[in-house]
């Protein structure tokens, strides 16, 4: 369907009080979701494995029982099994195998019954899918601590990766920050090879079509291929004979040199990189190195981890870390933009809260690369030193920025030229920026075994460096006066796809891409009469849903990607690709108007919009990820701006966001 025959062009908006009436009434339910001391933080939720493998952890270390949050649990895991029998990466998305080899034996653990229908259906698919043999890495590395297959299913990683030196081809500085701090304890593990203690004794043998001691080859991901999967496959046969023969003196030390660098970024309660995988699996580490329940680090790393739990009436679930920075720093800019006093006063607190949290004494590990930068930067949770990010820092640079700008005071001046002096100095070779990392580009690391999920680094991404363009202009720089801007504006226009979107790395996804370019390269100056706005637009509208909205499904992210992939609409891509094409310049679009409408109209009687499905990415094909808050405050900050601008006699979008 072309992009004329999906708008009405005899579309009639509706009227300025009725949109006036959405705007006050989802500003003040999302001001009645805030916490009380100036920050939101919403519900971060992502697939089965998460709350499985927090089951399979209790019982691992033989916990006692909690039956009643483990039948809560199993009621979520129960509910998001999919229509073919296994488990989805996202809701209503195809079979993982992984997934659902996790989901099975974490309710096979809470104790359903095999011969439950829901049991039956899930064996079976997963059986029709190759087994629990053909799960991944890290479900493997699961299995062989449980004992359910050999150790010879996991790909060797000796503990001695600790003493390599940085010009190995392979060193902890050149991959990405969830890797290293999920890999670290890990190697430990690895070294000592435990066992669970599974106290009930549950296996899961029935899902594996060949005996598992019999398998000879395990599964790469689809990513890797000739040669590098190859060479790297070759390494490992030969790790594989050498490991058990490492000098014990050099293991030894290796082992200190993991648990010291796991100590040092513990965290607190708040956990080490403060993503559920690297904490359970540094708690692991402690109880295999024999550290006693009453020492602080295991007590710090088993709390972090519980603090992730939510916990309902008929439900729970285990989230893959929280949100608080991102959340209340978006939530800001979305109460700005409606430009009503309370909500002014609501984004100052938020400023207020998000002040502190700023990095400026501690150097993390981005500093391996850019050793002589002041740290400047936020993390993404409440506290996360060693780790924070550019996508963050950017965020909320500009929010006190646009908080500050008209007023005589500037309280946050300081914070943000640190935060900009940071943004600047991380900025990679070819003019983007990656989330953690600058620089972090050693792509053959992806072809290496332990590597099958394909995200081993941190690469500049157009989503991110996006923001940091967007900041740097909001700020005053220009494409004339700054070096560091025309790089990432060209970075940007350089990244366009054919089709006039974007990729975009870390929500889904061309459209995210799209949102965040556009208003970039607004933000920079870039006349809208060039080719870059006119191919997004064409190529918004042309997806534009009949039901006015956005949806975009994360099967995008496929490796045989050929183009868009129809979705059902969301409130949240819908105010994204709305936000984009008012960027554009383009908010007197018919296709505009329609977006406006599908909000209002699927706007819920408590004022803000229910979306079930996931529209943000952990991992590209491997881990996605529902932000709850996205449904609430995108929307509101649509509709605020479409108000603003076809009042304003400019239609040019002022800020950098």
């Not at 339910?29 to 697939?47: S, T, V």
């Not at 039956?120 to 590395?141: D, K, M, Q, W, Y």
């Not at 030196?165 to 000592?192: A, C, E, N, Q």
């Not at 000879?216 to 050498?242: C, M, N, S, Y």
């Amino acid at each position: 369907m072309t992009a004329a025959a999906r708008v009405d062009h005899n579309f009639t908006p509706l009227g300025p009080e009725a949109l006036e009436s959405s705007i006050q009434n989802a500003k003040k339910a999302l001001l009645n979701l805030g916490k009380g001391d100036g920050h939101w933080c919403f519900e971060l939720e992502a697939d089965c494995t998460i709350p499985a493998e927090y089951v399979l952890m209790r019982h691992y270390r033989a916990e006692p029982v909690d039956a009643e949050l483990e039948r809560k649990i199993a009621v979520y895991l129960r509910r998001t099994q999919g229509a073919h029998g296994g488990w989805p990466l996202f809701q209503d998305g195809a079979f993982n195998i992984s997934a659902s080899v996790k989901a099975y034996y974490a309710l096979k653990m809470i104790g359903d019954d095999v011969d439950a229908p829901h049991m039956a259906r899930a064996r079976e698919a997963i059986l029709a899918h190759g087994g629990a043999a053909t799960s991944n890495v890290f479900t493997r590395s699961l299995l062989a601590l449980y004992g359910e297959i050999p150790w010879r299913g996991v790909p060797v990683m000796p503990v001695e990766i600790m003493l390599l030196p940085k010009w190995f081809p392979f060193h902890l500085d050149k991959i990405s920050y969830w890797g290293r701090t999920v890999l670290v304890p890990l190697l430990v593990l690895m070294t000592y090879k435990p066992r669970a203690k599974n106290p009930k004794g549950v296996r899961i043998q029935e899902l594996f079509t060949t005996p598992p001691e019999d398998v000879k080859v395990w599964p790469k991901g689809e990513h890797q291929t000739w040669p590098w999967a190859h060479v790297f496959g070759e390494i490992d046969k030969l790790l594989r004979l050498i490991e058990p023969y490492m000098p014990k003196r050099s293991r030894k030390y290796s082992i200190e040199l993991a648990e010291r660098w796991t100590t040092e970024r513990l965290n607190g309660v708040d956990g080490l990189g403060a993503i559920f995988p690297a904490m359970v699996n540094s708690l692991l580490m402690y109880d295999v190195l024999g550290v006693p329940e009453t020492d602080q680090r295991v007590k710090d790393a088993r709390e972090s981890i519980e603090r992730l739990l939510v916990v309902n009436e008929t439900e729970a679930y285990c989230q893959p870390c929280v949100s608080p920075v991102w959340d209340t720093s978006l939530v800001a800019h979305a109460l700005l933009e409606t430009g009503d006093e309370d909500a002014r006063e609501r984004a100052r607190e938020a400023c207020e809260w998000l002040a502190p949290l700023q990095v400026l004494d501690v150097k993390g590990d981005w500093a391996a690369q850019r050793p002589d930068l002041r740290p400047g930067g936020w993390a993404f949770q409440y506290a996360n030193a060693y780790y924070p990010d550019v996508d963050d820092t950017a965020v909320v640079a500009t929010a006190m920025d646009r908080l500050t700008s008209g007023e005589e005071k500037k309280p946050y001046a300081e914070r943000i030229a640190r935060a900009k002096e940071w943004i600047v100095g991380m900025q990679s070779k070819n003019g983007g920026w990656g989330a953690f990392d600058a620089d972090n580009v050693c792509h053959y690391l992806n072809h290496i075994p332990f590597a099958d999920h394909g995200a081993l680094l941190d690469p500049p991404t157009v989503d991110v460096s996006a923001r940091c363009v967007s900041m740097l202009a909001q700020l005053g720089d220009t494409v004339e006066s700054s070096e560091c801007l025309r790089r990432g504006v060209e970075y940007l226009i350089k990244e366009q796809e054919k089709d006039g979107s974007w990729f975009g790395r870390w929500g889904a996804n061309y459209i995210y891409g799209a949102w965040s370019s556009l208003c970039a390269l607004n933000a920079a100056g870039l006349p809208h009469e060039h080719e870059a706005y006119r191919l997004a637009v064409n190529w918004l509208v042309s997806i534009q849903n009949p039901d006015g909205g956005w949806g975009e499904d994360l099967s995008s992210y496929k490796m045989d990607y050929k183009g868009y992939e129809q979705a059902p609409s969301t409130a949240s891509q819908t105010a994204w690709a709305l936000l984009a094409m008012m960027a554009a310049g383009d908010v007197d679009h018919p296709a505009v108007a329609r977006g406006i409408a599908y909000l209002q109209a699927t706007q819920a009687e408590h004022g803000l919009w229910n979306e079930a499905r996931f529209t943000a990415t952990g991992f590209p094909r491997v881990f996605y990820l529902r932000y709850h808050g996205y449904a609430k405050f995108f929307p509101l900050w649509a509709l605020a701006r479409y108000r603003n601008l076809r009042r304003a006699n400019s239609k040019l979008v002022q800020v950098g966001l």
